[in-house]
């Protein structure tokens, strides 16, 4: 679609010089684009492969504490938990993923994850406890991951909007008011040769 512009030779050197940004700004958001698509499909695949490895020990961990609850009893249980003094921190950074800012957490553990007589409870028991606490980093990897992937696919929209914007839009609307200025130019100096032409013979008609 043309836009709304004058037909001037110095309007025709402002569209030609956006027409050359507009391109320079598309090949640069295609490449952003491809390179958070790259790394979009790095994060799901590790993502999958360790979430999927992660719903495996959850699985064995819920089933040590189903038969640690059979054998003990919920009350025994809740008390026994009550005792634990394991206290657990997520101290937040930041890093860079491409040029996107995200958040990682490392976990800090304190304070002792048993702090009951192990003969006073089960194995079973025992081993979920401390098979999840061992865990815990597993999880919070496992989200915020989650996270990035997330945050990537928001940029990987936004980027496509953009790229699409330019490829559809902006850039055949500049080519196509480059053509008419052009063209206009063009048929404007053709009726001036031509006057010019009819003005020099009525003089030498003279």
């Known amino acids: 679609m043309k836009l709304n512009v004058n037909s001037t030779r110095m309007e025709l050197q402002r569209l030609k010089k956006s027409l050359t940004l507009a391109r320079r700004g598309w090949k640069l958001l295609k490449d ?81 994850i048993f702090n009951w007589d192990k003969t006073e409870s089960v194995v079973y028991w025992n081993n979920a406890v401390a098979r999840l606490d061992e865990l815990l980093e597993k999880i919070i990897e496992v989200g915020t991951l989650f996270f990035e992937i997330e945050i990537l696919c928001r940029e990987i929209a936004a980027t496509r909007r953009r790229v699409n914007s330019l490829e559809y839009i902006m850039i055949p609307n500049l080519e196509d008011t480059i053509k008419y200025i052009s063209f206009k130019l063009e048929e404007m100096e053709r009726a001036s040769t031509v006057r010019l032409m009819k003005v ?4 030498r008609s003279h």
């Open 32 to 112: 952003k684009q491809d390179e958070l698509m790259r790394l979009f499909l790095e994060k799901k695949d590790l993502f999958f492969s360790l979430y999927d490895n992660l719903n495996d020990e959850m699985r064995k961990v819920f089933s040590l504490g189903i038969m640690g609850i059979s054998f003990l009893g919920r009350d025994d249980v809740s008390e026994l938990s009550g005792l634990s003094q394991r206290r657990v921190n997520l101290e937040k950074k930041e890093k860079h993923l491409f040029n996107l800012k995200v958040s990682e957490f490392e976990v800090k553990k304190e304070g002792k």
């Open 200 to 203: 020099k013979e009525i003089v």
